[in-house]
Structures are given as C-alpha cells and as structure tokens.
C-alpha cells in the first residue's frame, strides 16, 4: 500500500507562487507514473500534470490550462508541482496520484490506484 501526503497549499494573490510536494511514507516513487490533479468546487476531478516513471525517462504532460505556468518535476521520493502566475481560476483542491499500472505517461484518472487526501491552493484576485 501506499500512501501519498501532499504538502504546500496555502492561499496567494493572483500572480503569486507555490510549490506542492507529495511524498511516499518509507518507498521511493522511481517506479510509479505520477500526476498532480484538481478540482474545484462543483467541478469534475480534472488532469493537470503528468509525469512517467524515472525508468521511462520523466516525460512530462501538461494541461493547456497550466502550460507554462506550471512545471511537474520529482526526484526518488517526491513528486512537485512548481505553480507560478497563479490565476483565481487555478483554486481547487490540488491531489497527487500515482499508478503502478505503468511506467509511462498516465492522463486518465483511472490509470492511477493510489490517492492522497488533497491540499487546498486558493488564489485570490
């Protein structure tokens, strides 16, 4: 089993920066495809960021939402999501997830088996 805490939410100014984290209690993530997810309330779950496997390389995907504000990256027990010129349209409930169905780049929600509990990010204009 395996359990994902995401850290770092918090609420800004429309502009502003944060940083999320989701670690892995006792196991490295090298193995897994990761993705951050979000959602707003009255809104479905939606992809923001994907990220493969280390063994597939760290192929990265993005939703046109977030496209160069946003930067997915991990290393052997974290994954991040690097959040810069936060917009209010980007507040939600921000959750990290991770798939040991495969090693590549997973974009449906049903790729991934293991959830965090969710950090609030809200933005304020």
């Known amino acids: 089993q395996v359990q994902l805490v995401e850290v770092g939410g918090g609420l800004v100014q429309a502009g502003g920066s944060l940083r999320l984290s989701c670690a892995a209690s006792g196991r490295t993530l090298t193995t897994y495809a990761m993705a951050w997810f979000r959602q707003a309330p009255g809104k479905e779950r939606d992809l923001v960021a994907a990220i493969s496997s280390s063994w597939s390389g760290g192929s990265t995907y993005y939703a046109d939402s977030v496209k160069g504000r946003f930067t997915i990256s991990r290393d052997k027990a974290t994954l991040y999501l690097q959040m810069n010129s936060l917009e209010p349209e980007d507040t939600a409930v921000y959750y990290c997830?991770?798939?040991?169905?495969?090693?590549?780049?997973?974009?449906?929600?049903?790729?991934?088996?293991?959830w965090g509990q969710g950090t609030q990010v809200t933005v304020s204009s």
């Open positions: 997830a991770a798939s040991s169905r495969t090693l590549r780049i997973a974009v449906s929600q049903q790729d991934y088996n293991y």
